[in-house]
Structures are given as structure tokens and as C-alpha cells.
């Protein structure tokens, strides 16, 4: 055979052919050997420790036991026909269940002999049994691979197991792999790293994640492993953003002029924060350099990143150019509007809205006003990135919770003038600094880590279904002192059903609580058209009903300042960052605020978690973090279209340590070798070169 390589497509493995070729690029995404090598296990059996059968309970993810067949049949009719082994050891005995392979399997095993099983231990009538157990005969130990302690386990689909690509048949295809090609893998990191991180070279990893041969090798691996892969997200990013400032030229606002002045001097109502002052600096300072600005702003929900944006935008007027801001919502872009038109009084610079519901004869003086450059700063939707909306001289770009836009809608943003505008992202609650290193690599980022003076910390309580009297007393009491209350929901689509008789039960019993014509209530949610729920919503902003009942539709969006309890309704079920956010819809005026928790008892051990790190801190930093390590990158919210997640073995929730590690190795080597020249880094380029990465700059250049 010729020689294969890492490259060499999967299907000339030997033992895989066209349609298990087929299954493999279809089901795991394996189109290579080199892919094939890069599928790792997701864990591995340690198979150097047993378990008696006297000690197996149901809490244990899966045990090994040795012991002997001593007796095998069959059992039940038709579907429920399933062969039961019993199988002893020298402190008792269990079942052992197959209801697949049945014929096989009683043909293979043999009564009276010793073996070796494996699998998830679970009770019935104080009768432990392992079901679909790995078997394994005794003596046949020495045949395993290098005699694994460490037996990988590798994750595997039905319509694999259909091909033999169990995780056995996996690791065998592995074993052929690795025989073949091994001595052609080639390293990928250079030598220096490797002596100055103390890691173990590729050719060596990559066979030992799928043959290790003990623990502490298996743990050198895996780092080594880990270490590769967020090294090059991060030399991909950082690459990027240093291409950004070479290639393209930013417009430079090399004054601070009359209207960002007269803004600061005489309209602005409070005094800024020091986060807030520092931010703004650091966006004069980025926008003054000649270079394109790319900057995220972080910043708890209320810590004033709006104002933040508009004296960007005030800063780019005042240098000739338009700004725009882009908020994922009607509700929000509109709110944004009007706020920022009452902030910036009369006679400062002109601004205007653009929505979806922006009239035709409106869009037309828009965007004609837009091109003859009368106006300075434009508000809006989605609506702003379509191809008719062109500015004479944009220079500034906002982005309003980042997380809700894709790549893709940026980019547009981008093109709207020839020297693209600067750029500013902020998000809607912090992400941890993992993920934002690794999703926003490529920007540099500011944090707002104060909330204005004079904000009291929300209190946040958890009360279960039993004290719901005391909840309504309470809120009674605020009613009473003139503040009013929310009350939300969840609802989800997969039992949209349920909760919304939820809603309309907890809303009957509300209604018997807090009767008319002493309380009103206003209703919120999704299924309402528009216009109901626009007039259900003002009349609870205008104070003309106590209570809002909504479901998470007023997650966004909504401000009344005069709001001064929340109280979250099977909270149990809302996620982390969801709760924090709800809860940022208190606590906006100068009163004391609270967030009630309402569930069940029976909590999971997950869902007693999130309360309990509700209840104990108000920082969103904090609870993002919990959030993370919880959930798991992927299901943070605005994670999902990004492929940069997708790892194969780094874990950002647990490999904070070696991420940073790995981002300072990569800063060091720019430092050093900007444009990657030195011989010793001709390693990377290559790398970098071939495979190619779905990046954005790239992609618009
Ligand atoms: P977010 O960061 O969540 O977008 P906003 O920008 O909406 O927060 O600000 C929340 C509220 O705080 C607004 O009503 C805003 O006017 C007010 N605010 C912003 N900065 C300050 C400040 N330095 N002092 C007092 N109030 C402020
Ligand atoms: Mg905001």
C-alpha cells in the first residue's frame, strides 16, 4: 500500500470501505485518518480497579467486577425478551441483562467460566443488576492492546453501532490507524514551547490518548492535548486581530469637540462612574490611533453601558462622521431611542429611529437624510443593515447585546463605508473571561465592573410553594407604599401547554388576592398580538396597574424604575443568566429592592445550585462564571452559532488555567515575532495555513 498519511482519506483505512467511510463522515464528521486519530475518547474504564459485588450501588457511574457465569437463560416473550446471567463473586451475586444479541451472546458464553464485566450498576427490589454489561473471559486479559489499564471509551451512535463502530470497533480502527501512520505524524507545536510548557511531543500524545498506559501518562496527554488545541484558537484570533490593524485603517477622531463637551458639561444628569470614565477613555484613546477599533464592552445589567455608547457616538459626530447603534430588538431599539433623544436635550445633533415599523414615507426621508449626511445618529433593528441603508460617513458602529447578532450581520455593518466604522460590542450580561477570550479573542475588551452610586443591592430571597402566603403579604406591603411588582413565568417551548395553564391558574389566584378596583394587573405574553401587549405594558409603566404578570417577554426591555419587586415563578427552571436578568429589571430606582425565588420542594441538585447562587451574589461576573461551569460553554446563551466552541478535548469551564497559559504564550511569541518570520515559528504558519479558518476579517477582506 502506498503511504498513507494524516491527510489520506478515511476510506483507504484498512477495515473501513466506502460505506462505513460513509457512516464515519456522516455521523462523527471523520473524513481523514488525521480526523480519525482526532477523535478522542470522551473517558476511560479504569480497569485496574474492581469492585465487589457486595459493594455496587446505583450511584455509581459504572463498575468493573470479576466473578463467574453461573447460570444463563432466557426470559420473557417477544419484546420483552431479554437473557439473564447470574453472576457471582466471593461476596454475593447479581443479574446480568442482554435484551439485544441474545442468540450471540448465548452461544459465546459459557456457564462456569470467570469474567470480567463492566457496566452502570442499578437496584430493583434490592437486586443489583448491570444491563447490556461489557463481558469480557478472564484469561483473555492479555490480549488487550498493550495491556490497557486505561481503557478508552469512545462515544459512539446507533447508526455506528449498526457498522461495528462501537466504541470497540472505534479503537480498533484507531489501532490500525496508528499503526500505519504513525511514524508520519508530524509535531505541530515548536520544540521551544514544548521545553518551556513541559509538553509531551504530538506523535506521542496522539497514541497515548487512545492507548494510554497508565493514569499519570494519560494526565500529560490530555494537558498537552488541551494546550494544542486552545493554543491555536487563540493564535488564530490573535493573528486575526493583528491583520486587523495592519491591513485596514481606521478613522481617526483626533478631537474631543464641542457636542461630546457640551454633552459631559451641561446634559449629562449624574456623574459617571470611574468604570464608565475609564471605558470612554479607552475608546478615545483606540479611536485615535489611526487603526480600526474592535471592542467589546462588558458590563453587569444597570452599569450603564448605554451612555457609554452615546458618547462614543457624540465623539464620532464631533470628528464629521455618523455613528449608528444596532439593538436586537423593537422594544429595546425604541427604548434606546427615546432615552438617548431625552438625554441629549435639544439642538445637540439630530438622531432618529428605524425600525421594522418605521413607515415607508419615514424610511425614505431616513435613508435620504442618512446619505446627504443630516444625520448623525441612527437607532434601530436589523433594519439597519440592509443594503439600502447608506451613510454618507459612518464612523462609528454600536452593537447592542452582541450575543443576539451573528457574524455575519457584523461584517454587514462593516461595509458600510469604505474604511470601516469602529466598532463597538457590548453584552448583555458578562460571559466569563474564558469564553470572551476565546468568542471574542479578536477584540480588545473594557469592563464596567461598578454600578452607579446610590444603587442598593437587590435583595434576593427563595421561598417555596408552602410560604406563598407570606410572598403575597409582602408584596401587599410594597403595593401599599406605592411601588409595584412583577411577576413572571417561565415558558418554554417544549411544554408551552402547561405553563401557560400555570399561568392562568397562578393568575386566578392572584386575582382573588389582590381584587379590584383596589389592585389592578397587568398581563403580558408571547401569544399576545402587539398592540395588546404594547397597551398592557404602558399601562404598568404609567402606574396605572400594580402588578405585571408576564412570561419572559419582559426579560428585555423593559424600565420602570418604580418596580420594585420581582418575584420568578417555578425559578427552578429558569437558567442563570435568565434569572440575573429578570432580576435586573428591579433595583433601577432609588428604592430597596427584592427578587423572590418561588419553587418546588423537590429541587435538583443543579436547580438548588442556581437559587442559592442567586440568593448569595448580585454580581454577574460571578454568577457567569457558576453559570459556566454548571451548563457547559455550548448552552451559554449566544454560544451556539459560534464554531470556535466546538472543541475536541479543552473544556472552558475546567481548563481556565491552561487557556490563559496558552493565550500568554501566543501574546509572548507576537511580541517577539509579529509577523511570524523566525524559522522556529515556520511551524505555525504552516499549521495556520492549512486549515484554513471560517473567520470573519478573513473572509470580508
Ligand atoms: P445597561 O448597562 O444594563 O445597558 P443602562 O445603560 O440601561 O444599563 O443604564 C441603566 C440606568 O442607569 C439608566 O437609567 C441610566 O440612565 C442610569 N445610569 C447610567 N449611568 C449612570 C451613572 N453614572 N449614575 C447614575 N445613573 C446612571
Ligand atoms: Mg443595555
Known amino acids: 500500500m502506498a503511504d498513507l498519511s494524516l491527510i489520506t482519506p478515511i476510506e483507504y483505512l484498512k477495515g473501513v470501505g466506502p460505506q462505513k467511510a460513509d457512516v464515519l463522515k456522516k455521523e462523527l ?397 457590548m453584552t448583555a450580561t458578562p460571559i466569563p473571561r474564558t469564553l470572551a477570550m476565546t468568542l471574542y479573542g479578536d477584540l480588545d475588551i473594557s469592563i464596567i465592573d461598578e454600578l452607579p452610586a446610590g444603587r442598593k443591592p437587590i435583595k434576593t430571597v427563595h421561598f417555596f410553594e408552602n410560604q406563598r402566603l407570606r410572598v403575597f403579604g409582602f408584596m401587599r406591603e410594597e403595593i401599599t407604599k406605592g411601588r409595584q411588582v412583577y411577576i413572571v413565568y417561565p415558558l418554554i417551548k417544549e411544554s408551552e401547554k402547561m405553563d401557560l395553564l400555570n399561568l392562568e391558574a397562578g393568575l386566578e389566584s392572584l386575582q382573588k388576592e389582590f381584587p379590584l378596583p383596589n389592585y389592578k394587573i397587568s398581563i403580558v405574553h408571547g401569544k399576545m398580538p402587539v398592540k395588546d401587549k404594547d397597551f398592557e405594558m404602558q399601562r404598568f409603566v404609567k402606574g396605572e396597574t400594580q402588578i405585571m404578570v408576564a412570561t419572559t417577554v419582559i426579560e428585555v426591555g423593559v424600565n420602570v424604575p418604580n418596580a420594585s419587586v420581582m418575584v420568578i415563578e417555578n425559578s427552578e427552571r429558569f437558567g442563570l443568566s435568565q434569572l440575573h436578568q429578570l432580576r435586573g429589571r428591579v433595583g433601577r430606582g432609588a428604592e430597596q429592592s427584592f427578587c423572590i425565588l418561588m419553587s418546588g420542594n423537590k429541587l435538583s441538585k443543579e436547580g438548588r445550585r442556581r437559587l442559592e447562587t442567586m440568593v448569595q451574589t448580585n454580581d454577574g461576573f460571578e454568577i457567569a462564571e457558576v453559570d459556566l461551569e454548571l451548563r457547559g460553554p455550548g448552552d451559554i446563551s449566544g454560544t451556539q452559532q459560534s464554531g470556535v466552541l466546538d472543541m475536541k478535548i479543552a473544556d472552558l469551564a475546567k481548563d481556565q488555567q491552561i487557556l490563559a497559559e496558552a493565550r500568554n504564550s501566543v501574546i509572548e511569541i507576537f511580541s517577539q515575532d509579529p509577523t511570524l518570520q523566525a524559522p522556529e515559528n515556520q511551524i505555525l504558519v504552516n499549521y495556520l495555513n492549512q486549515r484554513s479558518p471560517a473567520i470573519l476579517w478573513d473572509k470580508i477582506s
Not at 446619505?371 to 443594503?387: N, R
Open 29 to 425: 464528521q471523520i473524513f481523514t485518518i488525521g480526523d480519525l486519530l482526532q477523535y478522542y475518547p470522551f473517558r476511560y474504564i479504569d480497569r485496574t480497579k474492581f469492585h465487589k459485588i457486595r459493594q455496587l450501588h446505583p450511584d455509581l457511574i459504572g463498575a468493573q467486577v470479576l466473578g463467574r457465569l453461573i447460570q444463563l437463560q432466557e426470559a420473557g416473550e417477544k419484546k420483552a425478551k431479554r437473557l439473564v446471567g447470574i453472576f457471582k463473586d466471593d461476596t454475593g451475586s447479581m443479574e446480568l441483562v442482554w435484551f439485544q444479541s441474545v442468540q450471540w451472546l448465548k452461544k459465546s458464553l459459557t456457564v462456569g467460566s470467570a469474567y470480567i464485566i463492566y457496566g452502570k450498576p442499578t437496584e430493583f427490589n434490592g437486586q443489583i443488576s448491570i444491563t447490556h454489561p461489557e463481558i469480557e473471559l478472564y484469561n483473555n486479559q492479555e490480549k488487550k492492546i498493550g495491556n490497557m489499564t486505561m481503557q478508552p471509551v469512545y462515544y459512539s451512535t446507533e447508526k455506528l453501532k449498526k457498522f461495528n463502530l462501537d466504541t470497540k470497533g472505534i479503537q480498533r480502527l484507531q489501532q490500525t490507524a496508528l499503526e500505519i501512520v504513525y511514524k508520519n505524524i508530524p509535531e505541530t507545536l515548536p520544540d521551544y514551547l514544548l521545553s518551556k510548557h513541559g509538553l509531551i511531543p504530538y506523535q506521542k500524545a496522539i497514541l497515548s490518548i487512545h492507548f494510554p498506559q497508565n493514569v499519570n501518562e494519560l494526565n500529560a496527554v490530555i494537558r498537552r492535548l488541551k494546550f494544542e488545541e486552545l493554543f491555536f484558537i487563540q493564535l488564530r484570533l490573535l493573528r486575526n486581530k493583528q491583520l486587523n490593524t495592519q491591513k485596514y485603517k481606521g478613522h481617526r477622531f483626533d478631537k474631543v469637540g464641542e457636542k461630546f463637551n457640551t454633552f459631559f458639561n451641561s446634559r449629562l444628569p449624574f456623574p459617571l462612574t470611574k468604570a464608565q470614565k475609564r471605558v470612554v477613555r479607552e475608546i478615545r484613546i483606540d479611536t485615535n490611533t489611526g487603526a480600526q477599533m474592535n471592542r467589546l464592552v462588558q458590563g453587569d445589567v444597570g452599569s450603564g453601558k448605554t451612555v457609554v455608547a452615546l458618547m462614543s457616538m457624540l465623539l464620532a459626530v464631533d470628528n464629521g462622521y455618523q455613528a449608528c447603534m444596532m439593538a436586537p430588538t423593537e422594544i429595546l431599539a425604541t427604548q434606546h431611542y427615546n432615552g438617548l433623544k431625552e438625554l441629549l436635550g435639544k439642538n445637540l445633533c439630530t438622531i432618529k429611529l428605524l425600525t421594522g415599523s418605521t413607515t415607508t414615507k419615514e424610511r425614505r426621508i431616513i435613508h435620504q437624510e442618512l446619505e446627504e449626511g443630516t444625520l448623525d445618529i441612527l437607532i434601530g433593528t436589523h433594519a439597519l443593515i440592509e443594503d439600502k441603508v447608506k451613510f454618507k460617513n459612518i464612523g462609528f458602529v454600536v452593537i447592542d447585546e452582541q450575543h443576539r447578532f451573528g457574524v455575519e450581520q457584523r461584517a454587514k455593518l462593516w461595509r458600510k463605508n469604505t474604511i470601516p466604522p469602529h466598532m463597538l460590542v
